[in-house]
């Protein structure tokens, strides 16, 4: 994969940008709600945009968020729940095509990864989620398309899984989690971590030490490495290549999200 030259190989930032205590913590007092993205995308480097998970938008909404954001700025797109809450995950081809045709390739070169985030309940069958992934498209309308997965349930944590994966070139999300387990195999030509542990008593979500530890691990990432001291289901390492590496602040102590995607793109 070629990195965009304007942009930066560890790109960090939040779930979504309109929620309401940001408004007295993270926008100025009386900043317009219409130009909340704007703010958010001057101040972090990447938003994980949360709304397509429950609902579709028109092209125009993706076009005018492309033009809101910076160069160099990078929208994940998370996937429709349509297109993962179901028994059987082969028959999801529908749901993914509606969801990939909307209009997200509006966002040009701001288009970043699709997380595809799968219930805590969904368990690992070999044979239906080797189907799913092979529904995902390599591109739509000549863009190319890069896909991230987030699994929450311990049976995902076996060999094969991390195969079919690395098969399909799809990336495992590594979650920061209190509640669900964490796989930190790298598997595609990306890194996507879901930093989902952030306390409110901390101005930042994360103290001092925990950013720094985060900052090294994304520099590893983003070189091409296998930071030590995370769980791999596997001891395969990946290609040494270099990952354009995505870091969000999100869920956790919610309102200090941007505070520590700013903390941490000041340490990188």
């Given amino acids: 994969m070629t990195t965009h030259p304007t942009r930066a190989p560890i790109l960090i930032g939040i779930g979504g940008w309109t929620y309401e205590p940001w408004r007295d913590s993270f926008y100025p007092a009386k900043w317009p709600q219409k130009r909340e993205l704007e703010y958010a995308a001057n101040h972090v480097t990447a938003i994980e945009i949360n709304g397509t998970y429950y609902s579709g938008f028109k092209p125009a909404t993706f076009a005018g968020w492309a033009r809101t954001v910076p160069d160099g ?3 994940a797109v998370k996937a429709s ?13 529908e749901s993914i095509q509606r969801f990939v045709g909307q209009g997200i ?3 040009g070169d701001r288009l970043g990864p699709i997380l595809w985030q ?11 989620f080797g189907a ?6 390599a591109s739509h309308d000549g863009v190319a398309l890069r896909h991230a ?3 929450r349930h311990d049976s995902f944590a076996c060999p094969e899984f991390i195969a079919l994966c690395r ?3 799809v990336t495992i999300v590594f979650a920061d989690s209190g509640e669900y387990p964490a796989i930190a195999d790298i598997t595609g030509d990306f890194v996507y971590a879901r930093l989902e542990n952030a306390v409110e008593e901390e101005a930042t979500g994360y103290n001092d030490t925990a950013l720094d530890h985060w900052a090294t691990k994304a520099r590893t990432w983003a070189a091409g490495g296998r930071p030590a001291g995370l769980p791999y289901v596997t001891t395969e390492a990946p290609p040494k290549q270099a990952r354009d590496t995505f870091v969000f602040f999100i869920n956790g102590a919610k309102i200090r999200a ?8 000041e340490r990188l």
Avoid: S
Avoid at 81 to 93: D, I, P
Avoid at 132 to 137: A, G, N, Q, R, Y
Avoid at 258 to 265: F, K, N, Y
């Fill in 149 to 151: 997965i987030q699994v």
């Fill in 258 to 265: 941007p505070h520590g995607a700013m903390a941490l793109i």
């Fill in 105 to 107: 390739v509006e966002l």
């Fill in 118 to 128: 799968f219930m805590a309940t969904k368990k690992f069958d070999a044979d239906d």
């Fill in 81 to 93: 729940r349509y297109a993962t809450n179901r028994k059987v995950l082969a028959e999801a081809g």
């Fill in 167 to 169: 098969d399909a070139g």
């Fill in 132 to 137: 799913f992934l092979k529904l995902l498209p």
């Fill in 73 to 75: 700025f990078v929208f």
